[in-house]
């Protein structure tokens, strides 16, 4: 089932759940090369999110600022390639959201532990708006905050669970949006942590 958020961002249900199996050795793989990291914000503070990427290109932040580098700095080596069954799962719930075409060249792996939290930002690093974010989110259930355009707009609450998928186009694109601390019960599978993956078109 497709339920809409807005204009044309949609949360596809438990559509990632039939490739968990194939996914979780692949994030196992991927941070075996390029590890999990509290990064640095151009202000300063150390994000509580832990993050790894896979792919041509990689989001990372330090003192500078906030860009896509298709090197890892941690050992100065490209990013771990984007597993065949992470391009096949964004393809497929792109276009189950209406873009047809949606060729991701940056996945953008988070990991939350109890407490962790993502505040309200804008995703604005990619040269071309225009394509899609696909989010899935895997482990814990996380609140998400699904803003305006505008920091100061009211947001909305979406319960996000393991295996959920949202789909972010058009002017919902660059909405602003975050994730409340992490809270609840262990999940089953992945123990006292949330992972979130986003596919980008960023080059
Ligand atoms: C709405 N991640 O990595 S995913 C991020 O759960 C990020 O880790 C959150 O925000 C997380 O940048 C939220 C859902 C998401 C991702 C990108 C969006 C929602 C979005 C871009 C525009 C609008
Ligand atoms: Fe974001």
């Given amino acids: 089932e497709r339920e809409r958020l807005g204009d044309q961002a949609y949360v596809l249900r438990g ?23 509290q990064m640095q914000t151009p202000g300063g503070y150390t994000m509580s999110v832990a ?8 989001w990372v932040t330090d003192r500078s600022g906030y860009r896509y580098s298709r090197i890892d ?3 100065s080596q490209p990013w771990p390639a984007m597993p065949q069954s992470f391009t096949q799962l964004a393809r497929t719930a792109a276009a189950e959201a209406g873009f047809p075409d949606f060729e991701p060249d940056a996945c953008l792996l988070n990991r939350y532990l109890p407490s962790s939290r993502m505040s309200l930002h ?16 895997l482990g814990m259930t996380a609140t998400f905050l699904f803003g305006g355009h505008q920091r100061s707009d009211r947001t909305a609450k979406v319960v996000l669970h393991h295996g959920d998928v949202v789909v972010w ?17 262990a999940h089953p599978l992945l123990g006292e942590q949330r992972i979130n993956f986003t596919f980008r078109k960023a080059g």
């Fill in 169 to 185: 186009g058009g002017l919902d694109r660059m909405r602003y949006h975050g994730i409340m601390p992490l809270k609840g019960l």
């Fill in 122 to 137: 804008q995703d604005k690093n990619e040269r071309d708006f225009s394509a899609p974010i696909v989010s899935v989110s």
């Fill in 73 to 75: 700095p941690q050992h």
């Fill in 51 to 58: 993050l790894t990427n896979c792919g041509k290109l990689g």
């Fill in 15 to 37: 559509f990632a759940l039939p490739f968990v199996n194939e996914l979780l050795p692949a994030i196992t793989q991927i941070a075996s090369l390029s590890p999990f990291r």
